[in-house]
């Protein structure tokens, strides 16, 4: 079993930046596959981004693409979302995935409780 713990959303104004903190239990974080995904207001929980367990390929949305950047550090089980050039359409609350790939939620094994990104001036 591998717990999720994520850190670091909150409130940033338009064109503003965060880093998201994923933390996660066990000693197979390095074997795993990471992503993260969000869900905004009345609308279905998407795939955002993902990165393999070397850290050697990664993924992302069309709508994030040159924005964020996954990242991982396998020596302290953690991975990381930097989220740069902001936009209201990112508000969203933010979930780590781990142990699975692709865009679909059920090719995921394991899932953090979210952390709230709210973008607003």
């Known amino acids: 079993q591998v717990q999720l713990v994520e850190s670091g959303g909150g409130l940033v104004q338009p064109g503003g930046s965060l880093r998201l903190s994923c933390a996660a239990s066990g000693s197979t974080f390095s074997s795993y596959n990471m992503g993260w995904f969000r869900q905004a207001p009345g609308k279905e929980r998407e795939f955002v981004a993902a990165i393999r367990w070397s850290g050697g390929s990664t993924s992302y949305a069309d709508s994030v693409k040159g924005r964020f950047t996954i990242s991982r550090d396998n020596a302290k089980n953690t991975n990381y979302l930097q989220m740069n050039s902001l936009k209201p359409e990112d508000t969203a609350v933010y979930y780590c995935?781990?142990?699975?790939?692709?865009?679909?939620?059920?090719?995921?094994?394991?899932w953090g409780q979210g952390t709230q990104v709210t973008v607003s001036s």
């Open positions: 995935a781990a142990r699975g790939w692709g865009l679909v939620l059920g090719g995921w094994a394991y």
